[in-house]
């Protein structure tokens, strides 16, 4: 490197982050996702994926793949808009809006895509949008893009949204349905009615709710027993519990053909390979039918949350899959990650940006494929840290 070129400035901006434990690194994983991998030639046990039924690497998934792709081919060739739109993504839509309980679905690329999709096409200039302050990046970043006024409420606040919106014509409020680094759930029946009485959209991103809760994993609209009329936008991704990749919007029929029409990361944009819809339906069929892969989720949950109080460690109120042990510093929460490392287990430290200064922590999070020794596992190294480091 020169001094003086471009990359001087980046440099500089790296070797900051470094020193302040706020450094990003990739671990290259050597085997199919699933909570015994393998990183740099080592064994470990992972609490860190979003693959909460166990289907990414299901063979009956696997086999789907291979025999979509079989029958398409691997590319779509072009946007859903011009000739990518195949029977494979139609038939996956169709199984998405009966799976949801609605009119219609539409298929996009990734949920990230799919956020900023819908709050651009929905609000503009002079609108107001509502989002929880702990929304995911994705939500939060659509409303920026889509040059509406973003006002963020207080976390799962309904009375404190209530109050906000007593100033402001809102346009649409947005939520995650499960936050995805905390694990609580949005309080959704207090949101719908504040939604209806704006006269405002609500939208429940439900990428870490969907195939989890609810009955037959449909989700945490349905866990509150609200449907269409409730939380007209619903947002789900397939790269999460369905164990694939992708992701849509579930709602009425004028609100789907409105983002045809207009959802700029929908329409330019090529549709995924049509043999990844014929996988995801086979993940869906999986995810309908075998609850057993919930009730055994449940049960690890459970034992983990009792287990982690009998070693006095202080865990938040979730009772999803996702569990996080708070850690405070960035430093504490990469002590407490490389601490589990050394012992052969893999917990990611989610630091600041992702979450809020002085709440890093460390995100467990629990699959169907975990075995009870499995958490035990976990447990015991967890007992560890907390008569050292914790
Ligand atoms: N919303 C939430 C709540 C998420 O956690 C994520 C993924 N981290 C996304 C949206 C983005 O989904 P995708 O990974 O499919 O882009």
Same mark, same amino acid.
């Given at each position: 490197m020169t001094p003086g070129t471009p990359d001087q400035g980046l440099h500089e901006h790296l070797a900051r982050l470094e020193a302040s434990q706020l450094y990003r690194r990739r671990r290259i994983q050597e085997a199919p996702q699933g909570p015994h991998g393998v990183v740099e030639g080592r064994p470990v046990l992972s609490f860190c994926s979003n693959d909460y039924l166990g289907l990414a690497a299901h063979p009956e998934v696997a086999a789907a793949l291979q025999s979509g792709a079989a029958r398409w081919g691997v590319g779509s060739g072009a946007a859903h808009l011009v000739n990518g739109h195949s029977a494979a993504h139609h038939r996956l839509e169709e199984a998405l809006a009966a799976f949801t309980g609605r009119p219609r679905a539409l298929l996009f690329s990734t949920g990230? =895509?799919?956020?900023?999709?819908?709050?651009?096409?929905?609000?503009?200039?002079?609108?107001?949008?509502?989002? *929880?302050?702990?929304?995911?990046? $994705?939500?939060? @970043?659509? +409303?920026?893009? $889509?040059?509406?006024?973003? #006002?963020?409420?207080?976390?799962? @606040?309904?009375? !404190?949204?209530?109050? =906000?919106? !007593?100033?402001? $014509? +809102?346009?649409?409020?947005? #939520?995650?349905?499960?936050f995805s680094m905390d694990g609580d759930l949005a309080p959704l029946p207090a949101l719908a009615a504040s939604a209806r009485k704006a006269g405002a959209w609500l939208m429940? @991103?439900?990428?870490?709710?969907?195939?989890?809760? !609810?009955?037959? !994993?449909?989700? $945490?609209?349905?866990?509150?027993?609200?449907?269409? *009329? @409730?939380?007209?936008?619903? =947002?789900? #991704?397939?790269?999460? +519990?369905?164990?694939t990749?992708?992701?849509?919007?579930?709602?009425?029929?004028?609100?789907?053909?409105?983002?045809?029409?207009?959802a700029r990361s929908y329409i330019y944009t090529t549709a995924t390979p049509p043999?990844?819809? #014929?996988?995801?339906?086979?993940?869906i069929a999986i995810a309908e039918r075998e609850d057993w892969r919930r009730e055994h989720l449940n049960a690890l949950i459970a034992r983990f949350r009792e287990g982690a109080a009998q070693l006095g460690l202080t865990l938040s109120d979730s009772h999803t899959p996702?569990?996080?042990?708070?850690?405070?510093s960035a430093a504490r929460a990469l002590a407490w990650s490389h601490a589990l490392e050394r012992a052969g287990i893999l917990v990611t430290a989610i630091r600041p940006p992702t979450v809020p200064e002085g709440t890093a922590r460390l995100r467990i999070t629990f699959s169907a494929a975990h075995s009870q020794t499995d958490v035990d596992r976990l447990l015991d190294a967890l007992s560890g840290l907390s008569a050292s480091d914790a």
């Open positions: 990230y =895509m799919a956020n900023l999709g819908v709050i651009t096409a929905l609000a503009g200039r002079g609108d107001a949008v509502f989002e *929880d302050r702990l929304n995911h990046a $994705s939500l939060l @970043d659509a +409303a920026l893009l $889509s040059r509406a006024k973003l #006002t963020r409420y207080p976390h799962a @606040d309904s009375a !404190g949204l209530e109050r =906000m919106l !007593g100033r402001a $014509s +809102a346009r649409l409020i947005a #939520t995650d349905g499960v429940v @991103d439900d990428a870490h709710g969907l195939g989890v809760l !609810g009955r037959g !994993g449909r989700g $945490s609209v349905d866990h509150f027993g609200l449907g269409l *009329d @409730d939380v007209p936008i619903l =947002m789900g #991704t397939l790269g999460k +519990a369905f164990g990749f992708g992701a849509f919007v579930a709602g009425s029929e004028a609100l789907i053909e409105t983002l045809i029409q207009g043999a990844l819809a #014929t996988a995801t339906l086979a993940a996702i569990q996080p042990l708070p850690a405070g």
